[in-house]
Nanobody
């Protein structure tokens, strides 16, 4: 059974930093591309970032470029999201997602929920002003 477990969320002041982690089990982690999405209250779930199986490619939503960094450690079955210069509009539940197989070379596809196979339960990030 595939499990994705997020951690690292919390309350932080604007301008601060957080690092989210997502640890996977039940599959060969290095076989899957990974992504992060977020859902703010009353809004749809939006793409944040994605990383290919060997970390050779990364994609980011325009709203987080230059502030967030996605990385992975295949030896630890973990993907990370380093979030810097946080803003109140970053407040959301952050979800980790796994795609069985490789990441598309089409950035539009990478940003779609349907591109991913498995999802975690989410971790809350709250940024106060």
């Amino acid at each position: 059974q595939v499990q994705l477990v997020e951690s690292g969320g919390g309350l932080v002041q604007a301008g601060g930093s957080l690092r989210l982690s997502c640890t996977a089990s039940g599959r060969t982690f290095s076989s899957d591309a990974m992504g992060w999405f977020r859902q703010a209250p009353g809004k749809d779930r939006d793409f944040v970032a994605a990383i290919s199986r060997n970390s050779g490619r990364t994609y980011y939503a325009d709203s987080v470029k230059g502030r967030f960094t996605i990385s992975r450690d295949n030896a630890k079955n973990t993907v990370y999201l380093q979030m810097n210069i946080l803003k109140p509009e970053d407040t959301a539940i952050y979800y980790c997602a796994a795609r069985v197989g490789g990441l598309s070379y089409n950035s539009a596809s990478v940003g779609r929920e349907s591109h991913y196979t498995y999802w975690g339960q989410g971790t809350q990030v709250t940024v106060s002003s």
